[in-house]
Structure formats: C-alpha cells, structure tokens
C-alpha cells in the first residue's frame, strides 16, 4: 500500500499549530469589530469568469480551476482539444475555480448584495485563499488572507481607522512595526512636477526597488525607461528627505500632487492623539497592485527592534476609486488593507513571541486505579466539565505507569488520581507535574485549582 | 457587461448569517474544547490518490477535481483523449480533489502524523466539505461539517462522552433532541438468532426504512431479499418494543449480539449520573455508512416537543474498528459523531431559537456636525474602542438626516451625537432609537452606557 501524501504546498496543522493561527486570528478579528467591521464569507469556488482577467495572465495561469463534472469531455472545445491547446479548452471543461484572493469576491460580492447593504459597508474577511505558485519557504498554495475593507465612501477617517487597526493588532502581538503611509497622488505629483507625468508606471516601478538596490541602479533603470538622468537624481532627492511642506512647495504646478499631500495631512490629522508613533510617511511606497488611486500603507517588522530579522512586508493596502466597476457598477470609492497572517506567524515564532498559554488544551487528567474508580472519577470530570472547566480523563483503569506516560506526554499541567481511598473518602489526589509535589483535595478545592 | 454569478449551489453569507454560523460553531467548538478534543485543520485540495475510492462510485462522480496547472493536455492519456473518456482521463489531467468530507482526511492525517500525536488522540475539526451534489433547498455544493472523534482507544467512556456532548450541544442551544443509540452488533446479532446472519446487510438496509414504509413494506422488502416471511415479521416484533433485556436473552446462542447488548449497557452505566434523558436505545437505528462496527448514533429533533418540523437528522456517528487501515495503519479503533451545522442552522431558524443578540454588532454610532466636531467625536470614539467597546462612527459631517437614515438603516441601538455644544461641555447627546428618549451624558457615563 502505497503512503498517504498530501499536495504540494498545502499543510495539515497540528493542534498547538491551530491554536498559534487561532491567537493571530482572534486578535486581527477583535479589532476589526471593535472598528464596527462586520464579518462577511464568500464560497472557496468563485465562477472562472468572476475570476478571470483580474489578475492579469501570471493571475490567470496561477488560478485553480475546477474540473466540470460528470461527461466533460462531450462539451469539450474540438478544435483546442485536436489543436492540444490547454489554455483554450479551459472554458469548455471547467466553469470554476478556486478563490485567488478576497478582493475580487468582496467586489463582486458587494455588486450582487448591494440591495442588502448600507453604505458605507464595513466588512472584515478571513478566508483561505489558493494560488497554483511554486510551493517555496513560507509560500503556499493555500494560505489564509485576512481582509478589512470599506467601500461608498471617500472619507479619509477610514484611513486613519485602517492605520489605527494595524497599530492595535500589532501592539496586541507585542511586535514592533513600522507602518508605512504614501499616496499614489504623491507619486504622480513626483513625476508631474519632474515634466514626465506619461512615464509615471515606469518611475514608480523604479522608484519601488530604491532600498533594495541603491541610488545609482535606480537612475540606471529610470535612463533605461527614458527618464532623464539629471531629473531621476532630483527626483531621488526629493524623495530621501521625506518632508510634506517641502513637497508641497515642489508640487505648486501639479494639482494632482497638491492633493496627494493634502490628503496625507488629513489622516495625519485623524490620528494625531491615537499615539500611532508607528506611523510614517514614506513617499518611496508604491505598491505593486496597479489599481490603487489614493492613500497605500505597508507594514513590516521594525528594522531597528529586529535587525536580524528577514522578512517582507506583513501586511499592506490602499484606496482604490473603482472596486466594482469591473463588475458593472461604477464610481464606488473603496479603501482597505490585508493582513500577512502566514508570515505574521512566522515572525512570531521567530520572535517567540507567542504567550505560553496559547494552546488551549485542558490543564488535568483523572487517572483511575480501577473500574468502579474510573465510572466514579468520570461522574466527577462531568460536573467539572459542565461548570465550564475543561478537563481530560484516561479512557480506562490501565496501568498506572501507562496512564502517567500519557499525561506527560501530552503535556498537562496536573494529573488527578483515584484509588479506592480517594473514592471511599470523596477525596482526589492532586498531582504538579511540574513540582511533583502533590496534595489531597476534596471536590471544591479540585474546581477552585482549575476554574 | 455580464453581471455576475456564484456557481451553483454556493452561497455569500452576509453579516448576520455569518453571526448566526459563527453562533452555532462557538458552542459546538466549546463544548468540544470542554471535553478536552483538540483542534486540526486539513487542506481544502487532496490528492485524488487519497480521495478516490473511499466514498464508493457515487462519491467518485461527486468528487470536485482541481485540473492540473500549465500544459496539462501534453500529459493527458492518448487513449482517453481519443475515445473522450471523461472517467479514464482524469488521473493524466487532474491529481487534486476537494475534500469531500473530514473522515477520510482525518484518516489520513492520523497515519502522516502519527509521531506527532499521543494515542488516545481526541480531535474535532470544523471545515468546508465539496460535493458535486444537484443542489437543492438545504442542500449545498460546499457546506461545513463539524466532526469530532476519538482514534487509539476501544474504551465505551468515549461513546458516553460524544452522548454527553450531543446534549450539552443541543441544551445549549435550546433544542429538544432524540439521541438515538444503537450498536451494529445489536443488529448484526438480530440476524444471527434468527440464522440470516448471511443476510445481515439486506435486513439492515430494510430495517431503516421502518418508520417510513412501515412493517409490511418492510417485510415485502426483505422477503424480496430471500428473508423468510415470518422470520422477517419475528424481526420486526423484536425491535419494536426496544427492551435491552429481552434481547439479551434472545440472543443466547450470538456471540456478537450478546457482545453488543454488553456494550450499550456499559455505555448506559457512564451516563447513568449525567441527566441525559435525551438518549434512547434504538434497536432500528441502522446508519448507512458501512464502516461502522460498534456503537452508532443519530439525532433528531424531538418530534413531540416539534410536531410540525419536517427535518431529518442532524447529527450522527458512531464507531469504527479500523479507521486507518486503508492507508496502512490497521486496527486503531475510532469513534466520532458529526454535527450537521447547515440543517442546525435552519432548525434553529425555523423555531426562532437564535438569541436577539448573535449579531456581534457595535451598539452606538457617532454623528458629528461639522469638521471640527466629527475630528474630536473620532478621538472619543478611539478612546472607547481602545477600552474594548465596539463603536462606530459615521464618515463625515454630512447632512443630519442622512446620518439618521444609515443609523436606522443599520439597526444601532443609540446613536451619539456631538454638535459644537456638546464638543464646548465635552458632553454627549445619548439618544436612544427604539424609545426615542435622549439625555446629556458625560464621557463616563458614555462608557458605561456601551460596556
């Protein structure tokens, strides 16, 4: 018989792994209601034509599609299936395919339930999302994304709400950050007020790897997309001493610009009490994601706190002034941002930053000496277990040294024991495991130890 | 432009059906957790290698499978292709599947992780399953199952545990329940003393039906089958009137049969204390599910307390001897029972059971008039979310019906509101929805309003 395996890049999660996941949920989930987010879900199997075309063609190739069911092939495109073409017979033999991220089904998600919704909707999703990626170090093909978004509305409070939420939850994580703020205005404002406004993609993309590769590469690259070498250095500049009154000056002749800081003083300004010292400016952000219009963040771990940390960004986001467009339903002004739970994780393993109590497991077993004992001891474990108190009992009167085995094995802090003289003198036998010491209780004193 | 669509046979779950699932998860997981069960996660995708076969040619047809990414029709079988076998090709095209249920995945992980775990091994698993079932009312192609089960120990404390837990489950939510108790060697000693153990499946299958085609349907049905006429009504006789004693003494000349009264009334010893005036021994119980060998349970809403409910069953398991066998890991004995969430879900709909309060919405919006105002409401209200009270506060300053209006829309209990009078007092217009009423409060009493 051939070993069970399981797919490439995916994972099972041992309990102490489900209960570390479960701590980083619950705290990005609290915030995010206590921030009046409501919860939606979305099904992991999306239509292929809600999917497609969102991602661009790396998107497309790396979705999941699922397979039509029953006699497929009786459907199948002739042509492609003579010609051998595997990207044109998709459409004839797979109508679905797996969710890539949150935010395409949030869009269309909001398009369909408009009618059921307020605006402006508040939503937080937690879902698993799946990408056919080559499976490396922390990469997955099926990996969590926690999304907290609002859309019909263009205030700028909610920025100031979305960077407060990363604050909270990191502060909760006792992980020091560094939350990076720019605004894409800002960035064409750079390129407007430099004469080179229609090479705003190319500056950008440049722009983006500034840490990474230092200056000079950096003016190599722009000269290569055909920005001149003298404005690229100035642009540098400019960008290095991050002051917004300095920008502000520069961007006189660009309204664009002039708006980009605007907006930036205005969340400033939400969040000048909020203590969100985390908090900076950073007109180097660009973000990849080509549809975001406003205001972008990115987290990462605080470079100074952590300096041998390697990580990336943990989590990341923006506004973008048309969600639901693509889904026929125009001008809806949306802003939100994600968090990395996969490698929050692992910088909290890294960081052993998890609290020692995170895996809730039950803190004693009852051991039992014989039959009537074990029945005795059960009845006594039920009541434990109805005021509320979890509590494990060995599922029979083994041997004693077998039964001990046990408890230490899975870990439990104490272990209860019942002989005939416990039982005879309602009575149990209260073992530390840690300490070894140990003490006769009567039932009451058993609850008090581990309500 | 299309607009779009969910694949059949899913759902979206807007905001207060995910309160109301989360709801009827968080007792189930509790209640679990009280008992000492652990908690695993399996991946969504599968191999096929594990998936198939185990559901019989049905579930094959009803496996959801992912195609392979990139050139896949370069590897597809010839022969398949050629004579468009939509069975035959599917091992050259596809290698991933959707979990079709927790049991065989669970199976799986048992036998890959068996150097991790400490047997006994009491897990519960709460995940989407995906079958290509035709969807219809109440039935779903991806829906969620709630498992828990026992590996690694023949003990019958473990069948009165998940007894124990069917109860507090269903107390907890409020629901009168039948838990009907049986055992397969009950059945399988039925047709032992009445010499059709050769026949045992054949009576069994019949058997189920009892309750809805009645005795001479049944009986026409095993005759059929090449049961004798009056051995079939003898059969009938003996399980209508369900008395663990009579049973006993039929089945003197039943090793197994007598094995299984043995084990019901064991069980009945361990739960003996515990209050559970649910649990009925019911010798007709039969489960389809063939693997199972011990004990098996099913649980249905109590059809006196709920004369009009039309609802099949909304919990069920049982125990069987080799859980692991299939994939190399022979007799470790199992036992588990499931919870069917979705159908909970509508009963608990259906008879109003769902608290007022499962939405887990703030209670109280703030509305500010002007810039100034909207700026200090915001600190407040990041001060109070900062205490752990969940608290919303409208975007901007915009006209005070339209605040009003989403307010209502929205179904806060109070909303806050902060003119230029209030912002001077540093006070707060408390202004209840439902009675109308509205007082001047401090930000104390504001707080201690929301908590």
Redesign the interface.
């Known amino acids: ?7 490439k890049g ?6 102490s792994q ?2 570390k ?2 701590y980083i949920f619950k705290i990005i989930e609290n915030t995010f ?4 987010f ?10 292929l ?2 999917l497609t075309g969102k991602y661009g063609e790396e998107g497309d ?2 979705l ?4 039509n ?6 459907n ?1 495109d002739e042509n492609a ?1 003579s010609e ?3 990207v044109k ?2 459409p004839s ?4 395919g ?1 969710r890539y991220d949150l935010t395409v089904p949030f869009a ?2 909001v ?3 408009q009618n ?1 919704l ?1 605006f ?1 909707f ?2 937080y999703q937690i879902q ?1 999302v ?1 990408r ?1 990626d080559r499976p490396q170090k922390g990469r997955y ?2 990996f969590y994304q926690c999304d907290v978004d ?1 859309v019909g ?1 263009d ?1 700028l ?2 920025e ?1 709400e979305l960077l ?1 939420i990363y604050h ?1 939850v990191f502060k909760a994580f006792n992980l020091n950050v560094t939350i990076k703020l720019n605004n894409r205005k800002i960035l064409f404002g750079i390129a407007e007020c430099h004469g080179i406004a229609d090479k705003f993609m190319d500056m950008t993309i440049a722009l983006d790897k500034l840490d990474k590769i230092g200056a000079d590469k950096v003016v190599e690259e722009m000269t290569d997309r055909a920005i001149g070498k003298e404005v690229a250095y100035k642009i540098i500049e400019l960008i290095k001493n991050p002051d917004l009154d300095n920008l502000e000056k520069a961007f006189e002749n660009t309204e664009t610009g002039t708006l980009g800081i605007q907006e930036i003083k205005s969340v400033f ?2 969040i000048k ?2 203590g969100l010292d985390d908090v900076v400016f950073d007109p180097q952000l660009a973000r990849g994601l080509g549809y975001y219009t406003g205001c972008i963040f990115e987290v990462e771990a605080d470079k100074n706190s952590y300096p041998d940390l390697v990580m990336g960004s943990i989590g990341g986001g923006g506004r973008y002034d048309d969600l639901t467009g693509v ?2 339903m125009p001008n809806v002004s949306g802003v939100g941002v994600s968090f990395g739970a996969e490698r929050i994780y692992d910088v909290l393993e890294e960081l052993n930053l998890f609290p020692a109590d995170v895996e ?3 803190k004693a ?1 009852f051991l039992a000496f014989d039959d009537a004992c ?2 005795w001891a ?2 006594k474990v ?1 009541q434990l ?2 005021k ?6 060995y ?2 009167p083994a041997k004693f040294k077998k039964q001990m085995k ?1 408890a230490d ?2 870990g439990f802090e104490y272990v209860i024991i019942i002989g005939d003289q416990e039982m005879a003198a309602n009575s149990f036998t209260f073992k530390d495991l840690k300490s070894g010491t140990q003490e006769l209780l009567n039932f009451e004193q058993v609850t008090a130890k581990l309500a």
Chains 1, 2 share one sequence.
């Open positions: 018989m051939k070993k069970p395996s399981l797919p995916t994972r099972d999660f041992l309990p489900v209960a996941r479960n209601k206590n921030y009046g409501l919860p939606i879900e979305t099904p992991a199997m999306e239509s034509a809600t190739r790396l999941f599609k699922v397979l069911n029953g006699d497929f092939l009786s199948a299936l051998k073409d595997s017979i998709i033999i797979s109508k679905r797996l269309r998600f398009v369909m339930n059921e307020q402006p508040k939503r698993p799946w056919a093909q099926e609002v509305s205030s409070m909610y100031a407060a909270d300004n939400y009490n909020l889904f026929g809730a497991m039950p077993i074990h029945l059960f009845d039920m277990r109805r509320g108190i979890a509590v494990d009992i599922p029979e046990y094995a899975r």
